[in-house]
């Protein structure tokens, strides 16, 4: 039986509830920055590590894809065992799986750690507003003031950094870096940290909902990322076309427990607007997160850019993102669903001017011939992430609120493990018959066609963003 029991008062001084927002960006930080940090460090571990092309995607899609399956299920054991709890597991796995992630001696050895890294994130990550209410009661406004800001930083720094940590001290110092900052989010947050009575003790997990829930997403990933590699062998084909029945059952399977608890609520997908808001997430985030694998692997692989020659070639994007980020923020409620359409306009533009440059320069291009188009396509792509989920959200009750940003974050990770895939197999068949340039100038006309995509579905989502 499910004991619902309300959140109790908080009494947590001003100072402790800083410090306690500071353990929380930490265990955040932990997620954003690895979230980020295989698209430079892939070439690197390969050299080192071995294995083929395919390693590398594995080395970004085995984390995302670890992260879209445990997200469905991280912010429900929270309800269940408590924020506090689960946020310290999650932080304590992460930091393990770092270090044998900075540890690997084989392929295999790190991409399974790259998985464990992305499970024990997804535990991680969905506790982080509810601690911060927990932190802060009704003065949340002030911390989601600067949280917002430190989390778009650092996912535009994350592969800058990568790079100066892979060209200082080598690939594995990459990961390593995360034990002292784990250490200082676990040190810090047992001490600080209120632990607020679970809302759902005594509730069930969904375990098979779950199952069903990785192994679809499994079957349709895997032979993406190796069919092409291994020639489209059968098991290939039949993976893919076993992904659609599984997941088909995991859908029912949800369905047939409406009011014991489902893993995810489909009541919310009924409105057009919320359908139509994670088709967008996905193309949109498969479409940004493999296209910048690609031209990480065009510059290091194709054109033998260091690691940290490659990131700065690419900074043009970050200060871009930077940019876009702040005039999303400061015009989402002013233009609505309108910043979405702009920013993804400049997005084309951007593409379009790299496209140009990876047909008329081609191999013999320099990192300054990238700069102008990523500025571009980063301003755009900026101005999409503050307002995105607000604006998908928009056309929500209350109570369903909760539940429909969590499923769109696994969206979310979906989307950039599919990207990875499809656009990383693009990108490496491609290359082996036409050269790396035809290789990029390729992808980057699939990611305009994705961008167009979520251009159409743009209209159909809610007009402004949910404020409260």
Same mark, same amino acid.
């Given at each position: 039986m499910t004991v619902l029991a309300p959140p109790a008062p908080v009494a947590v001084a001003p100072p402790r509830r800083w410090t306690g927002l500071f353990a929380i960006l930490a265990a955040d930080l932990l997620n954003l920055l690895d979230g980020t940090v295989g698209n430079v460090a892939a070439p690197a571990i390969r050299a #080192?590590?071995?294995g083929s092309a395919a390693t590398m995607q594995w080395i970004v899609a085995g984390y995302t894809l670890a992260m *879209? %399956? &445990?997200?469905? !299920?991280?912010? +429900?054991l929270g309800d269940m065992y408590g924020r506090k709890r689960?946020?310290?597991v999650g932080v304590t796995g992460f930091v393990v799986a770092s270090l044998a992630c900075g540890l690997a001696f084989s392929p295999a050895t790190m991409i399974a750690a790259r998985v464990l890294q992305g499970l024990f994130g997804a535990l991680m990550v969905p506790q982080s507003f509810g601690l911060i209410r927990d932190l802060f009661g009704e003065r949340t406004g002030k911390a989601f003031a600067l949280l917002g800001p430190v989390i778009g930083l650092a996912t535009i720094l994350g592969p800058i950094v990568s790079g100066l940590l892979v060209e200082a001290g080598g690939w594995r110092s990459v990961f390593l870096i995360n034990v002292p900052l784990g250490a200082f989010a676990l040190a810090v947050g047992?001490? %600080?940290?209120? /632990?607020?009575?679970? !809302? /759902? +003790?005594g509730a069930r997990l969904d375990t098979t909902g779950a199952l069903l829930a990785g192994a679809g997403l499994t079957m349709l990933v @895997?032979?993406? %990322?190796?069919?092409? #590699?291994?020639?489209?062998? *059968?098991w290939t084909l039949v993976l893919l076309a076993a992904s659609v029945p599984t997941l088909a059952l995991f859908v029912l399977h949800q369905l047939r427990r409406r009011g014991r608890a489902p893993l995810v609520d489909l009541g919310?997908?009924?409105?057009?607007?919320?359908?139509?808001g994670v088709a967008f997430v996905v193309a949109f985030f498969g479409s940004i997160t493999g296209f910048s694998l690609v031209v990480a692997l065009f510059l290091q692989v194709g054109l033998r850019y260091s690691p940290l020659d490659a990131s700065l070639a690419m900074s043009g994007w970050a200060v871009g993102a930077f940019l876009g980020s702040a005039f999303g923020g400061a015009l989402m409620n002013r233009l609505g669903r309108r910043i979405l359409h702009l920013g993804l306009a400049l997005? !084309?533009? &951007?593409?379009?001017?790299?496209?140009? @440059?990876?047909? =008329?320069?081609? @191999? /013999?291009?320099? =990192?300054?011939?990238?700069?102008?188009?990523?500025? @571009?396509?980063?301003?755009?792509?900026?101005?999409?992430? %503050?307002?995105?989920f607000d604006i998908i959200v928009g056309g929500l009750r209350d109570h369903e609120v909760g539940s429909g940003s969590g499923m769109l974050s696994a969206f979310q990770q979906v989307g950039a493990s599919l990207g990875v895939a499809v656009l990383g197999t693009v990108f490496f068949s491609t290359a082996g018959a036409a050269g790396f340039a035809e290789a990029a100038a390729r992808v980057t006309l699939l990611a305009a066609g994705a961008t167009a995509v979520t251009f159409c579905l743009g209209f159909l989502l809610p007009k402004r963003a949910r404020l409260e």
């Open positions: #080192e590590l071995g *879209a %399956v &445990g997200l469905l !299920t991280g912010g +429900r689960m946020m310290m047992w001490k %600080v940290l209120p /632990a607020v009575p679970p !809302t /759902a +003790r @895997v032979p993406l %990322v190796q069919g092409h #590699e291994l020639g489209w062998p *059968a919310v997908f009924a409105r057009r607007s919320y359908a139509s997005m !084309t533009t &951007g593409l379009g001017w790299l496209y140009a @440059v990876f047909t =008329g320069i081609g @191999v /013999a291009l320099d =990192g300054w011939d990238l700069t102008g188009p990523l500025v @571009v396509y980063g301003i755009g792509m900026g101005m999409i992430f %503050v307002p995105l």
